[in-house]
């Protein structure tokens, strides 16, 4: 099993958002940048009953389900064993959720057809070779589809004086971290034959500010369209 594998199971538990204690940091993604993804999706599909969509680095699925309730037929995916376990507790007979990566979604449009949305939440920075994995979601959607993603701002980063590997908890677990800012998402995007749709760089929600005052912004939020 891969270190960043093991990493992720060791902190389900931290990041089961179904839990009253869970990691701050994942009620904030919540509170944050959820809203802001359903807006977009709500603005881009007015009819999603029936389309395909994924959820990339779903952890425990919540996010799935809210997709799901926006009429799309949602697959989830995750590296996590642990997190994939709670996610079919929940909502196993609703949702179609399964452990893998870029290669196992691939391996799912080609069986099961394109999607014609893909979101991921925090999830493109801790993967390195970030080109191979985008390539194989990009032949994983639909031509005239949408990647929408967040991660975390760099510049929110490089306060923190993070570069190579995070601490997401408090806790000895650390996880790899590979940071790209907006013209880094942009060159690679663009080459792979996307258009760029949306740019926001977000602040962390209401509640959070209180308890930790950003002094920049926390997230970034990309979207991309496939041209061809």
């Not at 908890?169 to 663009?190: C, E, G, L, Q």
Request: glycine share 8%; aromatic share 12%.
């Amino acid at each position: 099993m891969p270190i960043s594998t093991k990493a992720w199971d060791n902190l389900s538990g931290k990041f089961d958002t179904y839990r009253p204690k869970a990691f701050v940091g994942a009620i904030d993604n919540m509170l944050a940048v959820w809203p802001e993804i359903l807006k977009f999706v709500k603005k881009r599909f007015k009819n999603p009953k029936g389309l395909r969509a994924l959820e990339y680095g779903c952890g425990v699925g919540m996010f799935c389900g809210e997709l799901k309730k926006s009429g799309f037929d949602i697959i989830g995916v995750d590296i996590s064993p642990k997190m994939i376990n709670t996610a079919k507790r929940h909502l196993g007979k609703k949702i179609l959720f399964l452990v893998g990566d870029g290669k196992t979604v691939l391996e799912t449009a080609k069986k099961q057809g394109q999607f014609s949305l893909i979101s991921a939440i925090m999830v493109f920075q801790f993967i390195k070779d970030i080109k191979a994995c985008l390539t194989q979601l990009k032949n994983s959607l639909k031509k005239g589809g949408y990647i929408i993603f967040a991660v975390h701002n760099p510049k929110f980063l490089a306060i923190r004086k993070i570069t190579n590997r995070l601490n997401l908890v408090r806790t000895k677990i650390f996880v790899p971290i590979h940071p790209k800012n907006v013209k880094d998402y942009d060159k690679i995007f663009t080459a792979l034959g996307f258009k760029k749709i949306l740019e926001k760089h977000l602040y962390p929600s209401k509640s959070f500010r209180k308890i930790y005052p950003p002094k920049t912004p926390k997230y970034l939020l990309l979207a991309y369209k496939k041209l061809k």
